[in-house]
Every structure is written in C-alpha cells, then in structure tokens.
Nanobody, 126 residues
Framework: QVQLVESGGGSVPAGGSLRLSCAAS????????VGWFRQAPNNQPEGVAI???????TYADSAKGRFTVSRDNTKNTVSLQMNSLKPEDTAMYYC????????????????????RGQGTQVTVSS
C-alpha cells in the first residue's frame, strides 16, 4: 500500500513563503508523474504543479513564477516551494502520484492520480 504523507503547512502573512514536503512510502523513481493539488472550502480540487520522471515541470497559471515543484528520488520526497503567498492560496494542499507519465493522462484531475495524500493546511493572512 503506497502512502503519501504531506508536511510543512502552516499560517503565514501575505508575501511569505512555505515549503511543503511529501514523503512516499515507496521509491518515487517509480512514479511517472508526481505533483500537488489544493482545495479551498467549497471549491473543487485544483492542480497546482506536477513534475515528470525526467524532471520536467508544469504549473497552473496561479502558481507560475511563485511556486516550484521538485522531487528527490534519493529521499523519496516531493516538494513544493511556495513564495510570494497570497490570501487566495489558502487551501488544503495534497500530494499526488501516479506511475503513468504525466502526458499519459489528464493531470489536472485529482481523481486521475492513483495515489493521494491526506493533505496539509496552508493559511495565508492579508
């Protein structure tokens, strides 16, 4: 049973930074696609960023220029560095992974990922 455990969430003022981490219970090198989603109250899950097995990255427009996704296959972790945070970034953030390549499915759909974490809360105050 593959498990993904997120950490690093918290409360920060607008303009601040946070670094989220996702620890996998298996080798992340086996994941063709890993990434992050977020869900604000009363909203659908939103794909934030993904990284493929070759290190390529894709970001939602809302994350471009501010967030950086990365994976460390030596530590079996996936990270999301978030800078210049805004109040609208407030949400529960989830890690997601799949053995398929990112280009092989619609990565913007939360339910398309085979493995999903339980989330970590990020709150940005104005």
């Amino acid at each position: 049973q593959v498990q993904l455990v997120e950490s690093g969430g918290g409360s920060v003022p607008a303009g601040g930074s946070l670094r989220l981490s996702c620890a996998a219970s298996t080798y992340t090198s086996g994941f063709g696609c890993v990434g992050w989603f977020r869900q604000a109250p009363n909203n659908q899950p939103e794909g934030v960023a993904i990284t493929g097995d070759d290190g390529t990255t894709t970001y939602a427009d809302s994350a471009k220029g501010r967030f950086t996704v990365s994976r460390d296959n030596t530590k079996n972790t996936v990270s999301l560095q978030m800078n210049s945070l805004k109040p609208e970034d407030t949400a529960m953030y989830y890690c997601a992974a799949d053995r398929r390549l990112c280009r092989g499915f619609d990565w913007t759909q939360w339910t398309a990922f085979r493995y999903r974490g339980q989330g970590t809360q990020v709150t940005v105050s104005s």
